[in-house]
């Protein structure tokens, strides 16, 4: 078809549109019907769906579709306006669908009758559906830059409320502002941190804790502080086995968290230097958090018990492998050497070794604490 042409046929054709149809009034009655705009009057839907049609207007009578630079601000305004107003993603998307329907649906309706009328069926089709994409994608772009704007307000307040709580005194006023998170102050918490890991990150996590705030009703509350998700939960995971490290401690009272908090910070240094993942208590460590956070000890019994063997290289360390073995075993000889492999006459020449290279002898148990101390700390480095 020669645009030339039909120039006259198109102007009264786009002309007959805009002064017959109803489609922004149309659009915005069947939007109105979807769940999350249900409540808004259709008052105030109408003017955001009439300037998003009045805005794809001058293409459609230029017979252009948009351009690279074209003009999306009053798409995005819509966007923004329905993002403010708790329009979900979904239903704004269906929504430009709607008007794409109403928009084609007057195009069968208003096409001029002749020789010309399928060439100008197709080309305003066309044209719509070019427009409306333009419009949606702005539209949805603007939308997702609002709930990303709000999702980074509401972590930075459950941030701050969860660093309160955990590492200040909280007084009545923040603990009351744990009603907006879905938190019962009243009950008893258990404090609680995580060090996330590529493949169990903090959606994960929040998961795994029952902590989303998407839930019916949130576990607790959590949030990222220094590089851990930290918080606070009514009730552990059933699954204590994630593929994480995690400490915890409790149930106390939330006015008392922060001891507890202190208790699970140390449980995952503890359980993070000896390997272990899933959840732990700082009660099942024994003196594991001791071990690791006597720095002071830790270097004497080192000096004492260990660097004599690393001095003797590569024997030094099967000798210190046996006498780790050796109390894993309770000071079993015959279990110790069937846990390794070897006579027992290897193991005995083993321990005697240990015991000429650091002048101490293991049948003495304030040694053999020490010794135990002194591997632990090395196990752990």
């Avoid at 502080?225 to 009272?253: E, H, K, M, S």
């Avoid at 071990?291 to 080192?302: E, I, N, T, Y």
């Avoid at 024997?315 to 492998?321: C, E, F, M, S």
């Amino acid at each position: 078809m020669d645009p030339a042409s039909t120039k006259r046929e198109w102007s009264d054709f786009i002309a007959r549109l805009v002064a017959e149809s109803d489609g922004p009034r149309l659009t915005a009655v069947r939007i109105a019907e979807l769940p999350s705009y249900r409540g808004i009057p259709l008052q105030d839907l109408l003017p955001a769906v009439t300037r998003d049609f009045v805005a794809a207007l001058p293409g459609l009578r230029d017979r252009r579709p948009p351009g690279p630079a074209q003009d999306v601000s009053a798409f995005e305004k819509t966007g923004e306006q329905r993002a403010r107003q708790g329009i979900t993603l979904a239903d704004l998307i269906q929504g430009w669908a709607i008007g794409l329907e109403v928009s084609r649906a007057d195009a069968f309706r208003w096409v001029p009758p002749g020789e010309h009328r399928e060439a100008l069926l197709l080309e305003a089709v066309e044209l719509m559906t070019a427009w409306n994409h333009l419009g949606m994608n702005a539209s949805v772009a603007a939308h997702r830059r609002v709930e990303l704007r709000r999702a980074r307000l509401a972590e930075h307040d459950a941030a701050n409320v969860v660093r309160g709580v955990l590492l200040g005194a909280p007084d009545d006023l923040m603990l009351g502002e744990l009603e907006r998170f879905g938190v019962d102050a009243g009950l008893e918490h258990h404090a609680i941190r995580v060090r996330p890991r590529e493949s169990f990150d903090l959606g994960e996590i929040e998961r795994w804790l029952g902590t989303s705030q998407s839930a019916p009703k949130p576990n607790g509350l959590v949030a990222l502080i220094d590089g851990d998700v930290a918080g606070f939960v009514a009730d552990p995971p059933a699954d204590l086995a994630a593929p994480v490290c995690a400490g915890v401690a409790g149930p106390v009272p939330l006015a008392a968290i922060g001891e507890a908090f202190r208790l699970a910070s140390r449980a995952l240094e503890a359980a993070s230097a000896t390997g272990r993942s899933g959840l732990t208590e700082f009660s099942s460590l024994g003196l594991i958090p001791s071990v690791l956070g006597d720095a002071d000890v830790g270097r004497s019994v080192l000096d004492r018990y260990v660097r004599p063997l690393e001095l003797d290289g590569r024997a030094g360390t099967t000798v210190l492998r046996t006498v780790a073995a050796f109390l894993d075993n309770d000071c079993q000889v015959p279990q110790t050497a069937a846990a390794l492999g070897v006579h027992r006459n290897t193991v005995r020449y083993r321990i005697g070794r240990f015991e000429q290279l650091t002048g101490c002898s293991l049948r003495h148990t304030a040694v053999l604490v020490e010794v135990w101390w002194a591997l632990r700390r090395h196990g752990m480095r």
